[in-house]
C-alpha cells in the first residue's frame, strides 16, 4: 500500500497508457519509427561530423556500398597520400626538424658537387576505378638571406610504370614563399592542358590506373654546390583523391554529404511537423471550445468562418502567401499553423456539444461553478485524448505540405529539408536522376508520416470508445 | 426544412464563401509587400525617363486615380481598388500578364485543357481502380487480400506526390525509356504536328505517367471510403434477402450493396477536389506538364502577379463549385440530409 501510494498517479496513468499503446502492433512499429527518427534529429552532430552544408567529396558520388552490389571495378573511393619520408644524397648536410605527416622544417648545406633531397609520399591505390579528381598541393617557405639560387620541383610516379613532372623544376632564389605553378589539380584547365591536348580522359584517369598500384609524389630540392644554411619549411605537402564513391548515401551536386543533409533534415521536418500541428491545435482548441460551449451567434459565425476557410485550397493559398509574404522557416510553420487548425475545431466543437448536455456539467453548473471554471476542469480533460490523435494525424500533413512546399524551391531558401533534397535532385538531374539522392529524403518523408499515422489509428482505437475492440 | 430551404441555404453560403475568396485574394496581393515591391521596381526603371510615360504606367498599374491640373498624382485608395477589383474578379477580367502582356485569360486557355486532360484522366481511373478494390476489399474482409490491399492503399497514399513522380522518372524514363520523363507533347512538335495516329499514340506515352502518379495518390482514398461505406452495406438486411433470392453474387455486390453505399464515394470525390488540385500543381510541375498548377508556380518566378491573383482565384472557384455541386447532390439524393 505504502509502495504504490509513493508512485505519483500520472505516472501509473502514463504508464498503463504506454503498455496498452505498445502492445498494439502498428503502434509499436510506429513508436519504434519515431524514435528512430527523434535519435536522428537529437543526435544529429554526433552521427555526422559534417554539416548539411558543407562539401565533402566530389559531385554525384554514388554510395560505398555500391562495390558490394555492382561488384569494385570502376569505383574509387577520396584516398590520401600517406606520411612524408626525407631522403637525401650524400654530401648534404641535412637537419630536419617538427616533421609531421605534411610538414618539416630543414636546414640544408651542400658541399662539393652538390645533390638532391627528395621528400616522397606514398600510396598504395587499392580500388579497380580511377579517381575522380585529385589536388595535389605543396607550401614551401624559403629563408635564405644570402639569396643562393637552387631549384625545386615534383614528380608523381606509378612506381615500375611512368613518372611524371607535375611541378617543372623552378629556380628558388631569396626568402620567398613557393608552391606549384600550375596548380597540382585535375579540374584546372591549365594543369590539364599540360599533359592531355584534345584526351577523352581527365588527368586523374591519365595518371591514375584503375587498378591497385603503388604511386609517389615526390618534392625534389636539388642544390648546386657550396650553398650554406637556406632554412626551407615545407607544409602542406599532400595529394588528395577524390573517388567516385561518398559514405552512406553519396554527395549530390554540390559535394555535400547526403546522409548529413538526411539527418539534419529530420530535425527540421519534426520541428515544422510539431510546432506546426502545435499552433493548429491551440487554436483549434479555443474555436472548437468558444463555439461548443457559448452557442447561438459566436457558434454560427465561428462555424461559418471555419467552413470557409475548409474550403480555401491549401498548397495555392501557401503558395500565394510564400511569394507575397516571404519564405522564412518560422513564416511557414506559423502559415501551416494557422491555416491547418478547422478540421481539429470541428471536432472539438461537436465533442463540447455532446459534454454540455452530460448530467455531471450540469451538476457543476448547479453548484455554483461559472463558464471558466467548467471549461477548464470539466470539459477539457474530456477532449484531451481528442488532442492526442490530431496531432498524430495532422505533423504529418504539416510535414509533406512543407516537403511540397520546399520541393517546388518556394521553402526556406537557407535551410536543406528532405523536400529542398528533392527539388534540387530534380532541378540537378535534368536527364539522369540520381537515385541515391533521391530515395534516402523520399522514402524518409513517407516513413515519419507512416509512424505518425500509425500512432495516430492506435490512439484513436484506445480513446474512441466506438472503435475499442472487444477483448 | 425542406429541399428548397437547404438549396437557398447552401447557395447564399456559396456567396458569403465567394467574396471571402475575394476579400482574401485582396488582401494578400493588396496589403502584403510583394506587389507594391514589383511595380516599385517599374518605376524605378532608369530608362523611364518621359513623365508622360510614368503617368500611363501608374494609372495602368493603379498607383495613381488620375492627375490633378499641376500634375501631381490622386492616389488610388484601398477602398477604390478593391471595388474595381472586385468588379474585376465577378467579370473574370485578371488584366494582362506581367511576362507575356497578354491578357491571363487568353493565356490561361490552353493550360486549362491540359489540367483538365490530367485531372479527368486521374480521377476517373482512381475512381474505378478504387471503388473496384474497395468492394473486393470489403468482400473478402478479414482475408490476406484485404489487408493486402489496405496496406499497399495506405503505402501509395502516404509516399508524397513529388517523390513518386520522380522515381516513376527514374525507373519509367531514365532506366527503361517506356515514356518520356515530362512535357505534354515533344517539344519539335512547334514545327509541324505528324498525322492523327502518332498524335494520340505520343501525347498518350506523355500522359502516362503523370496520371499514373496522380491517380496512385487518389485511388487510396477512395478504397478505403468505398470499404467503409461497402462493409456496413453488406451487413444490412436487404443484403440477406437478396441473397436469399438467390440473386448472383455480383448483382448483389453492385447493384444492391454499392448502388447505396455510393453517395458518400460520390460526394467525397467532389469534395476532395481541392486536394486532387493542390496534387496536380506538384505532379504538373515534376513533369513539366503545361497546366494551371505550373504556371501558378511559373508565376511566382516571373513575380506575374496578376497570373498569380488569377490562378488562386480560378482554384479557389473550382473548389467552391464542387463543394456547391456536392451539396446540391447529396441534398437531392439523401432525403435525410434536409433536416440537419
Request: with cysteine.
Amino acid at each position: 500500500m505504502s509502495q504504490t501510494s509513493r508512485v505519483p498517479f500520472w505516472v501509473v496513468r502514463l504508464r498503463k497508457f504506454a503498455v496498452a499503446l505498445l502492445s498494439n502492433r502498428l503502434a509499436a512499429v510506429g513508436v519504434f519509427l519515431l524514435a528512430l527518427f527523434v535519435v536522428m534529429a537529437t543526435a544529429a552532430p554526433l552521427l555526422t561530423p559534417y554539416t548539411p552544408g558543407s562539401q565533402v567529396s566530389g559531385a554525384f558520388n554514388a554510395p560505398t556500398w555500391i562495390t558490394a552490389v555492382k561488384g569494385p571495378a570502376g569505383y574509387s573511393q577520396n584516398i590520401q597520400f600517406a606520411s612524408l619520408t626525407v631522403n637525401s644524397s650524400a654530401g648534404l648536410t641535412v637537419s630536419q626538424s617538427n616533421q609531421t605527416a605534411q610538414s618539416v622544417d630543414l636546414q640544408l648545406s651542400s658541399q662539393g658537387q652538390g645533390g638532391t633531397i627528395n621528400l616522397a609520399e606514398t600510396l598504395l591505390y587499392p580500388y579497380q576505378g580511377a579517381p575522380k579528381n585529385f589536388v595535389g598541393s605543396a607550401t614551401l617557405v624559403v629563408s635564405d638571406p644570402q639569396n643562393q639560387s637552387f631549384t625545386v620541383a615534383a614528380f608523381l610516379e606509378r612506381v615500375g610504370e611512368k613518372t611524371w613532372v607535375v611541378w617543372d623544376p623552378t629556380v628558388v632564389n631569396g626568402t620567398r614563399l613557393y608552391s606549384p605553378r600550375p596548380e597540382i589539380r585535375s579540374d584546372s584547365l591549365s594543369f590539364n592542358q599540360k599533359f592531355l591536348r584534345d584526351s577523352p580522359f581527365t588527368t586523374a584517369q591519365y595518371f591514375f590506373a584503375p587498378r591497385p598500384a603503388t604511386y609517389h609524389y615526390t618534392l625534389q630540392i636539388t642544390l648546386p654546390p657550396a650553398i650554406t644554411n637556406v632554412h626551407i619549411t615545407v607544409s602542406k605537402f599532400s595529394m588528395v583523391l577524390l573517388g567516385n564513391t561518398w559514405g552512406i548515401f553519396g554527395t549530390d551536386d554540390q559535394g555535400h554529404d547526403i546522409f548529413t543533409q538526411l539527418v539534419y533534415g529530420a530535425r527540421l521536418s519534426l520541428e515544422v511537423g510539431l510546432i506546426a500541428t502545435g499552433i493548429g491545435i491551440g487554436v483549434g482548441l479555443l474555436v472548437g471550445l468558444m463555439a461548443g460551449y457559448l452557442g447561438k451567434v459566436v457558434d454560427e459565425v465561428l462555424m461559418r468562418f471555419t467552413d470557409m476557410l475548409l474550403v480555401i485550397p491549401g498548397l495555392p493559398l501557401l503558395i500565394v502567401l510564400v511569394a507575397t509574404v516571404g519564405s522564412n522557416l518560422i513564416y511557414i510553420i506559423l502559415y501551416l499553423g494557422f491555416f491547418g487548425w478547422m478540421g481539429f475545431a470541428r471536432v472539438v466543437r461537436s465533442q463540447v456539444l455532446s459534454l454540455r448536455e452530460r448530467p455531471f456539467i450540469e451538476a457543476a453548473k448547479a453548484s455554483g461553478a461559472g463558464t471558466g471554471y467548467i471549461t477548464v476542469r470539466h470539459i477539457f480533460p474530456n477532449i484531451v485524448s481528442l488532442t492526442y490523435v490530431s496531432l498524430a494525424l495532422s505533423v504529418p500533413a504539416a510535414i509533406v505540405s512543407e516537403a511540397a512546399l520546399s520541393f517546388l524551391g518556394l521553402g526556406d531558401p537557407t535551410v536543406v529539408t528532405w523536400g529542398s533534397m528533392l527539388g534540387n535532385a530534380q532541378a540537378a538531374g535534368g536527364a539522369s536522376l540520381a537515385w541515391w539522392w533521391i530515395i534516402p529524403p523520399g522514402i524518409s518523408i513517407a516513413l515519419i508520416s507512416l509512424s505518425f499515422i500509425l500512432l495516430g489509428y492506435a490512439m484513436d482505437e484506445l480513446f474512441n470508445p466506438r472503435l475499442r475492440r472487444r477483448r | 426544412m425542406g429541399l428548397r430551404g437547404y438549396l437557398l441555404k447552401r447557395i447564399i453560403n456559396t456567396f458569403i464563401l465567394l467574396l471571402f475568396v475575394i476579400v482574401l485574394n485582396f488582401a494578400i496581393f493588396e496589403l502584403l509587400p510583394g506587389e507594391q515591391g514589383a511595380i516599385a521596381n517599374l518605376f524605378g526603371n532608369p530608362k523611364i525617363q518621359d513623365p508622360k510615360i510614368i503617368q500611363n504606367l501608374e494609372i495602368r498599374y493603379g498607383v495613381c486615380k488620375g492627375f490633378d491640373s499641376l500634375g501631381h498624382c490622386i492616389p488610388t485608395s484601398v477602398w477604390d481598388k478593391f471595388v474595381s477589383y472586385f468588379y474585376n474578379m465577378l467579370t473574370l477580367q485578371f488584366g494582362n500578364s506581367l511576362k507575356t502582356n497578354h491578357p491571363v485569360i487568353a493565356d490561361m486557355n490552353v493550360r486549362l485543357l491540359n489540367t483538365l486532360t490530367l485531372l479527368g484522366v486521374a480521377t476517373a481511373l482512381s475512381l474505378i481502380i478504387g471503388i473496384m478494390l474497395g468492394v473486393l476489399s470489403a468482400y473478402k474482409r478479414g482475408s490476406s487480400v484485404d489487408s493486402g490491399l489496405v496496406t499497399v492503399s495506405l503505402t501509395t497514399y502516404s509516399l508524397p506526390t513529388f517523390f513518386m513522380g520522380l522515381l516513376f522518372i527514374l525507373v519509367f524514363a531514365q532506366n527503361l525509356g517506356w515514356f518520356p520523363s515530362g512535357l505534354v507533347e515533344p517539344s519539335k512538335w512547334i514545327l509541324g504536328r505528324p498525322d492523327i495516329g502518332t498524335f494520340i499514340l505520343v501525347r498518350l506515352q506523355h500522359l502516362f505517367l503523370p496520371a499514373l502518379t496522380l491517380t496512385l495518390f487518389f485511388y487510396g482514398g477512395h478504397l478505403l471510403l468505398t470499404r467503409a461505406t461497402m462493409t456496413e452495406a453488406l451487413t444490412e438486411d436487404y443484403i440477406t434477402t437478396a441473397r436469399a433470392k438467390g440473386l448472383p453474387e455480383r448483382t448483389v455486390l453492385f447493384k444492391h450493396a454499392l448502388k447505396n453505399a455510393s453517395l458518400p464515394i460520390v460526394t467525397n470525390a467532389a469534395l476532395s477536389f481541392g486536394t486532387i488540385l493542390s496534387g496536380a500543381i506538384i505532379t504538373e510541375t515534376v513533369f513539366a506538364w503545361d497546366g494551371l498548377g505550373r504556371w501558378l508556380y511559373q508565376a511566382i518566378g516571373w513575380k506575374d502577379f496578376p497570373v498569380l491573383q488569377a490562378m488562386f482565384f480560378i482554384i479557389a472557384l473550382c473548389v467552391i463549385a464542387a463543394n456547391l455541386i456536392s451539396d446540391v447532390v447529396y441534398g437531392m439524393l439523401d432525403p435525410r440530409i434536409r433536416y440537419e
